[in-house]
């Protein structure tokens, strides 16, 4: 966590940075959290977009079949994995073989299968920890955005957030997946942008 945080810093003064407001998705808005309790001063607003910082009682059945994909890294499994991250595998159409084949070759990238395992690898320190203590000490304003059909990280792990952040507000989208942001784009893009100007 202390290198993916450093990472992230080290632009902020090469680009002359007094500060940022940061939007996260997933994985990165626990990664975002973990920026703002590091360096609360050069941290202006959060967006949290289907974080997983919340998550309570154990991975769900989407986010067991992403942390294990590589077990089985084939275009059936990428398929398969693909319709976790939406409400409906309507949305793909007829693509979803197309597009699972088309993601597989980038997927399977020796630096990609490498990068995934050590996200998830407790050798390396799984993905970032944050306990009720440390949302507690982040007062940035915040704003959860969560799907409520996330099959990845579910919508209670949100709400968590939401309650545990103490200037935060969750806005939920009906009918939506861990990918708002593609399911909901033009509706979900104006929310950050008028959350990020107040």
């Known amino acids: ?27 990165g808005g626990a990664i975002a959290l973990a920026l ?7 941290v202006s607003r959060l967006v949290l977009m289907g974080s997983g910082v919340g998550l309570r009682g154990g ?21 398969e994995l693909l ?21 597989l070759p980038r997927a399977l990238r020796p630096e990609a299968e ?15 920890q944050h306990t009720d203590d440390d949302l507690a000490k982040i007062k940035q304003p915040t704003l ?18 939401a309650m545990q952040l103490p200037n935060a507000r969750l806005e939920v989208f009906e009918d939506t997946g861990h990918w708002l942001q593609i399911e909901q784009g033009p509706k979900f893009a104006g929310l950050p942008r008028s959350f990020l100007a107040e």
């Open 36 to 42: 703002a309790q590091r360096a609360p001063e050069r």
């Open 83 to 103: 319709t976790h991250f939406v409400h409906d595998p309507a949305f793909f159409g007829d693509r979803l073989h197309e597009i699972a084949a088309a993601r």
């Open 1 to 27: 966590m202390t290198l993916r945080v450093e990472t992230l810093l080290s632009p902020f003064d090469t680009l002359g940075l007094d500060w940022v407001s940061l939007v996260g998705n997933s994985m």
């Open 59 to 79: 991975p769900t059945p989407g986010l067991i079949k992403l942390i294990t994909f590589y077990d089985n890294a084939s275009a059936e499994n990428m398929a």
């Open 144 to 161: 959860v955005v969560h799907g409520d059909d996330d099959k990845i990280m579910p919508l209670a792990a949100g709400e968590h957030l």
């Open 114 to 128: 490498r990068s995934h395992r050590a996200r998830f690898s407790p050798v390396a320190g799984g993905p970032p």
